[in-house]
Structures are given as C-alpha cells and as structure tokens.
C-alpha cells in the first residue's frame, strides 16, 4: 500500500506558473509509475501526466505539451508537477496516482492509489 498526499494548489492569474508536489509514503517509490490527472467540475477525471519508475520516460497530455513539466525524486519519495502558462481552461482538481504495475498509462483505471486532490484556479 502506498499514500499519496498533494500540495502546491492555489489561485494563480491567467500566464502564471505553479508547482504542484505529491508525497508518497508506504511501500518502496521506485517501484511504481506515477501519473497525474485532472478533474473540473461536471466533467471526467483525465490525464495531464506521467513518469515511469525511474523518470526516464514522460507522456503529457496534447493540452498541457510543452507548459507542464513532470519529475520525480525517488529518493525524496516525490513526483512533481510544474505548470508553466497557466490558462483558465487548466482550472481543476489535480490528482497524483501510483501504478505498481509500471505501465505509465494515460487510463486512470490502471492506477491503483490516489491522493486526496489539490485545487489549481486560474483565473483570467
């Protein structure tokens, strides 16, 4: 089992940046691809992000390609979200999951924990 816990949400003006943060805690952190996801109101939960297990490899979303920037730190137990160019449209509740599976994938089913979400507003 693992823990995740999200920080670094807030209310930022349109072309502003945030770092969002997710803090595992449990079974060893290498061991699993992390991804992040998103979730506005009335609407699904959908990918923005993922790392495989050791960073090597990222995937983003066509909409967030070349704003947002994924990392992580295995030895802090961390993975990271810098949001760059912030735009309206990226106001959501942001999500941070582990997969033990490694598989890296941009479906939210495959993702076995989540965090508890942190709120990103941009306003225009």
């Known amino acids: 089992q693992v823990q995740l816990v999200e920080s670094g949400g807030g209310l930022v003006q349109a072309g502003g940046s945030l770092r969002l943060s997710c803090a595992a805690s449990g079974r060893i952190f290498s061991m699993y691809a992390m991804g992040w996801f998103r979730q506005a109101p009335g609407k699904e939960r959908e990918f923005v992000a993922a790392?495989?297990?050791?960073?090597?490899?990222?995937s983003y979303a066509d909409s967030v390609k070349g704003r947002f920037t994924i990392s992580r730190d295995n030895a802090k137990n961390t993975v990271s979200l810098q949001m760059n160019s912030l735009k309206p449209e990226d106001t959501a509740v942001y999500y941070c999951?582990?997969?033990?599976?490694?598989?890296?994938?941009?479906?939210?089913?495959?993702?076995?924990?989540w965090g508890q979400g942190t709120q990103v507003t941009v306003s225009s």
């Open positions: 790392i495989s297990r050791r960073g090597e490899s990222t």
């Open positions: 999951a582990a997969d033990l599976w490694g598989r890296s994938s941009r479906n939210p089913d495959l993702y076995e924990y």
